[in-house]
């Protein structure tokens, strides 16, 4: 295996059961991921802590992943430990051989699609899932970008209706994000029929006198882990939620507009189109939850540490007796 400095190059990948760089992962084309987008994704953060490294809200990642897989009948091939164990493994090889730093932060990439068969639409029999993970370091977004927020555009949700499914069949959203970034915009907010979905790949929360809302879970958005989270963090932080439709107008009187993601965590939107969301400024909703959404990481990387300790005194133990 080539040692390779810069992780982000060429960082070392699991491929059906082998570790490799990722310069020579190699899929047949007749992979259905290829010929059809036929498989499951997810993108969960690893946060480093003192001994190691938590993957953020992974429980609710890994139900999330079930889900999905269910829905489009592929077999979950591991269970959560053996989902654990394997991100592990990926993360310690790129530390040991790809330069992934300790005390970066890093992005857990899965994809699992129906694997290889002859091309036909419909089912294959007895075919194996292609599963891949990647571990890449995650940059989130600076303080001068969170003290600035970004600016979105808005547009027609013209994507299927399957949008809770975690598809790898992304074309929609790629062509929403390729519209943001030709009008020099962070994301690309839509609506359906006049009510606002999500953004090209963040959920998007809106701040109305004090009361924050999101459009509710169902088969228009993706549930992002967030969304729980986010959920829970109003409560801690004594802001009203209600999840319920939003209409387009509503959205551009909004107070604050907030959207988030894995790798985006919580961002504040202050220009939507060419008008200023509020003042114009990120607000104090925003700052609140960015605070409550740094607590919560601080909290489980404290619970991952302390369960570590005990796993190693309990070893020590085992050998003293
Ligand atoms: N996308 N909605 C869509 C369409 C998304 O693609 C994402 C995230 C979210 C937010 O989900 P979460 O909070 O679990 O990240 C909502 C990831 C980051 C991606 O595709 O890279």
């Known amino acids: ?180 970034a030709e009008n020099d915009a962070f994301e690309a907010i839509q609506f359906r029929d006049g009510m606002l979905t999500e953004g090209s790949s963040s959920n998007v929360w809106m701040v109305k006198d004090g009361v924050m809302y999101a459009p509710p879970r169902s088969h228009k958005i993706l549930e992002g882990i967030r969304y729980g989270l986010i959920e829970e963090l109003t409560g801690e932080c004594a802001i009203r939620f209600e999840a319920r439709e939003i209409a387009e107008a509503e959205l551009r009187a909004a107070d604050e507009i907030i959207v988030s993601s894995a790798t985006k965590e919580v961002l504040p939107v202050t220009q939507l189109d060419d008008q200023p969301v509020g003042d114009g400024k990120p607000g104090a909703v925003f700052a609140a939850l960015y605070a409550a959404y740094q607590r919560a990481k601080a909290k489980e990387a404290q619970e991952a540490h302390e369960a570590q300790q005990g796993v190693e005194s309990e070893s020590r133990e085992r050998v003293i007796a």
């Not at 370091?137 to 994507?159: F, S």
């Open 1 to 180: 295996m080539t040692a390779v400095s810069d992780v982000s190059l060429d960082p070392i990948v699991y491929l059906n059961g082998e570790l490799v760089p990722l310069s020579e992962a190699r899929v047949p084309v007749l992979d259905r991921g290829f010929i059809f987008g036929d498989g499951i994704y997810e993108v969960a953060p690893l946060y480093p802590h003192a001994g190691g490294r938590t993957a953020f809200r992974f429980r609710h990642h890994l139900a999330r992943l079930a889900r999905s897989l269910d829905k489009i009948g592929i077999v979950n091939p591991f269970d959560a430990a053996g989902w654990r164990e394997l991100i592990d493994r990926v993360v310690a090889a790129n530390e040991a051989d790809a330069g992934l730093r300790a005390d970066q932060d890093a992005i857990a990439y899965v994809q699992i699609t129906r694997g290889v068969a002859k091309r036909g639409h419909a089912f294959p029999a007895g075919i194996q899932p292609t599963v891949f993970v990647m571990v890449t370091p995650l940059n989130l977004p600076g303080a001068a970008q969170r003290a600035q927020g970004v600016r979105c555009v808005t547009a027609e949700d013209r994507r299927w209706l399957n949008c809770d499914i975690k598809s790898v069949s992304l074309l929609g959203n790629v062509l929403m994000a390729q519209y943001a």
